[in-house]
């Protein structure tokens, strides 16, 4: 989805999809996104706040590493 | 690629608490945690579960606090402080995830960086609670 340039709400949508019904589905999500893009959680934690926010300047580092992270999973697919 | 070295999850089935934590390479926990009134597990339970599983890799507890309009136990606590004189020092030792470390044997919490806000209403804060 990332390479796909898809926002980051579409791809918090989709995870919390995959997770399924939960009230505090924020965690498990911030989990699925450190797996996802090879993150430490401290980098996806301004997410927690994002989700309620959606003030995108508290999550400008997490962008523009997940940016990076499409960046070269696309130089992968032309490789 | 920046990987933790170790990393816990539980997430309750109810859907109504979780946490997931992490410790770096210098053993530095870094988590979150949300349980609901509700929930059938305390956070402090699920807390202290996550550090008996890092065991000695973890030295030092990250606490990252942050207000927006979801309540934030941490930040609550201290503000509730802070507006009646207490200082900000002090309010830290007595919030949630201070306590819950000092119980694991982590004694020492530092305030690192720069705060924002004023007594009464602080938005950001980070801690180093360290053994």
Redesign the interface.
């Given at each position: 989805m990332a390479a796909d340039r898809r926002s980051l709400q579409s791809m918090v949508d989709f995870v919390k999809t995959e997770i399924?019904?939960?009230?505090?589905?924020?965690?498990?999500m911030?989990?699925y996104f450190?797996r996802a893009f090879?993150?430490?959680?401290?980098?996806i934690?301004?997410l927690?706040?994002w989700v309620?926010?959606h003030d995108n300047s508290s999550v400008s580092t997490l962008l523009s590493r997940i940016e990076s992270f499409a960046l070269e999973q696309r130089s992968a697919a032309k490789e | 690629m920046e990987t933790p070295q170790l990393s816990f999850s539980f997430n309750h089935l109810s859907g109504k608490a979780a946490i997931y934590g992490e410790v770096d390479d210098e053993g530095v926990v870094t988590f979150a945690v949300r349980v609901t009134e509700d929930s059938p597990i305390r956070g402090s339970e699920m807390f202290r579960r996550m550090l008996v599983a890092f065991g000695d890799e973890a030295r030092t507890v990250r606490a990252v606090w942050r207000k927006y309009r979801e309540p934030s136990s941490n930040i609550d606590r201290v503000n509730e402080l802070t507006a009646s004189g207490t200082s900000l020092d002090e309010a830290i030792q007595q919030t949630w995830t201070v306590l819950q470390a000092r119980k694991a044997g982590f004694s020492t919490a530092t305030m690192v960086g720069i705060p924002e806000g004023t007594a009464g209403a602080f938005s950001k804060i980070d801690v180093l609670i360290e053994r």
């Open positions: 399924g019904p939960s009230e505090v589905y924020v965690v498990p911030m989990s450190c090879s993150l430490p959680l401290r980098d934690l301004p927690r706040e309620d926010s | -």
